[in-house]
């Protein structure tokens, strides 16, 4: 597994629920208190038994702590990078559903040795889609499923998102968008501003 995305996972657990939760997570996963080296890679092994040791500590299934770092993901100040490349997708929620299957290329223009799962977005309506998210990695779907909410609020957008199953490499989530322009959302500007 890429560093990068298990740095994501540790920045998550340690800003989320504070550095005494992160060095029990990393102790009973066997990583050393430092974490991950954000370009360096890393046995899937040690991956699974860090999600694992997060989703005990937090007592949490599995599921939802993979959503909740999609969440996370995108709506974390430190993060801000992550949002701007998903918002590059559209100017509105339903755009940026449609620019979905381009991200793995978007991705790999910033990380180029980034594996990203392969996203499949179907319309069943003018108004509701499936998502479909294969990867080699157990979970790829729920992390999606967070992003997607996160995004939609990021959007102004009111939709109903649920993950409909699939196989432990393969899930689909439901989106049903109810309102379009529901909230104002957050602000975005295309260039970013000189600080």
Same mark, same amino acid.
């Given at each position: 597994m890429h560093g990068l995305i298990n740095r994501s996972i540790q920045c998550f657990v340690h800003?989320?629920?504070?550095?005494?939760?992160?060095?029990?997570?990393?102790?009973a996963s066997g990583i050393g208190p430092d974490g991950?080296?954000?370009?360096?890679?890393?046995?899937?092994?040690?991956?699974?038994e860090l999600l694992s040791a997060a989703s005990s500590r937090l007592d949490k299934p599995r599921e939802v702590v993979l959503?909740? @770092?999609?969440?996370?993901?995108?709506?974390?100040?430190?993060?801000?990078? %992550? !949002?701007?490349? +998903?918002?590059?997708?559209?100017?509105?929620?339903?755009e940026f559903l449609h620019s979905l299957d381009d991200l793995p290329g978007r991705a790999k223009l910033a990380v180029p040795d980034l594996e990203f799962p392969e996203l499949e977005l179907v319309d069943d309506t003018s108004q509701t889609f499936r998502l479909i998210c294969r990867?080699?990695?157990?979970?790829?779907?729920?992390?999606?499923?967070?992003?997607?909410?996160?995004?939609?609020?990021?959007?102004?957008?009111?939709? @109903?998102?649920?993950?409909?199953?699939?196989?432990?490499?393969?899930?689909? %989530? !439901?989106?049903? +968008?109810?309102?379009s322009s529901f909230s104002a959302g957050r602000s975005f500007e295309l260039a970013v501003r000189a600080g």
């Open positions: 800003d989320t629920y504070g550095a005494d939760i992160w060095a029990a997570v990393a102790d991950f080296e954000a370009m360096l890679s890393y046995d899937d092994a040690l991956t699974k959503e909740d @770092l999609g969440t996370f993901l995108v709506s974390h100040t430190k993060l801000e990078p %992550i !949002r701007r490349l +998903l918002r590059f997708g559209g100017e509105s929620f339903v990867w080699h990695f157990p979970g790829a779907s729920h992390v999606m499923l967070g992003v997607l909410r996160a995004m939609a609020d990021d959007y102004g957008a009111l939709a @109903l998102l649920e993950h409909v199953g699939g196989t432990a490499f393969e899930g689909t %989530i !439901r989106v049903e +968008l109810l309102d």
